[in-house]
């Protein structure tokens, strides 16, 4: 079993490239090394460790407590604006048996607020009531019925909720260099995920994790002496079908690794888990969370500032 850390590990302000745009095919287990595979993947960040620095993760170049609108414990609720009347958004789907989760609806919704103003022009909005205490975060934005990835980046130092949801919410939609920036026009498609990193652990080896449970941090020496990391977010191995040696050979090519993967190799490793908690919401939530005047027959209007006064 790993060693349990209450922080995660790493220099302040590290940014981290999420998602990639095509599901790669990899071959299956086993001890033998992987070529010259290459593939875009989801969830992953490369490059060496640089002060706040964001990472692409498609190229390994470096670039870019709970007071939410309803009690903790009670389902946070919307206004249908054609009725009136008072629906729950969904919660969050973060770990399994979890009783009081930090991560809201509520944080998307923010993500939601910021952005859209910045792409209307409109004054950014108040700060909200959620907790502002600090964690490792990820805003992740998809697009379209198929939930196509639109851009993804976040951080596994720990910053304040306002200001760090905030910041990487802009990040990801508009600097993400896999993507051209999101538009006006994008907003009516969208789902927006926030995630919080929990519970990091160092691993005793490689595989000292579950797929579907952890995510993973791994850093390793490369053919040219230098230390490189990658990651992916718990979803990402599930997701894409990847057993345990599949995912850490992806997390290696994502990270620059370019000679034979070997199993001894493999055991070079240094290799931290953690998990996450995770909600996702809709366009549609947040338009009907905010009680949006349809005026004229409009999608859009201002944010309703005094929601969080």
Not at 200 to 218: K, N, P, T
Request: aromatic share 8%; net charge positive.
């Amino acid at each position: 079993m790993g060693k349990r850390r209450c922080v995660p590990p790493l220099e302040p302000k590290l940014a981290a490239g999420c998602c990639g745009v095509k599901k790669p095919k990899l071959s299956g287990s086993g001890a033998h090394g992987h070529g010259n595979q290459s593939a875009t993947v989801p969830c992953s960040s490369s490059g060496p460790l640089q002060n706040h620095q964001h990472v692409d993760g498609s190229s390994g170049r470096e670039n870019a407590s709970d007071l939410t609108l309803a009690p903790a414990n009670s389902p946070i609720t919307r206004m249908n604006p054609a009725s009136g009347a008072l629906s729950p958004l969904p919660r969050p789907n973060g770990p399994a048996g979890t009783k009081s989760l930090v991560v809201t609806a509520e944080m998307c919704c923010y993500c939601f607020d910021v952005l859209y103003c910045h792409l209307y022009g409109f004054p950014q909005p108040r700060l909200p009531r959620f907790t502002n205490d600090p964690y490792p975060l990820f805003v992740t934005w998809k697009t379209g019925r198929d939930k196509r990835l639109r851009g993804c980046i976040g951080t596994f130092s720990a910053m304040n909720l306002h200001s760090g949801l905030r910041e990487y919410t802009l990040t990801s939609a508009l600097k993400d260099s896999r993507f051209p920036p999101l538009t006006r026009e994008e907003l009516p498609k969208l789902f927006c995920s926030v995630s919080l990193l929990t519970n990091f652990e160092d691993a005793s080896d490689y595989l000292d994790w579950e797929v579907g449970v952890h995510g993973i941090r791994i850093e390793f020496i490369n053919e040219k002496g230098v230390k490189r990391t990658a990651t992916y977010l718990p979803e990402v191995a599930k997701e894409q079908d990847w057993d345990q040696i599949q995912t850490i050979d992806s997390l290696l090519r994502k990270g620059g690794f370019k000679a034979p993967i070997t199993s001894e190799f493999r055991k070079t490793i240094k290799l931290t888990r953690y998990r996450s908690e995770k909600v996702t919401i809709s366009y549609a939530e947040y338009i009907a969370s905010r009680q949006h005047c349809f005026q004229n027959g409009g999608l859009h209007a201002p944010p309703l500032y005094n929601h969080y006064s």
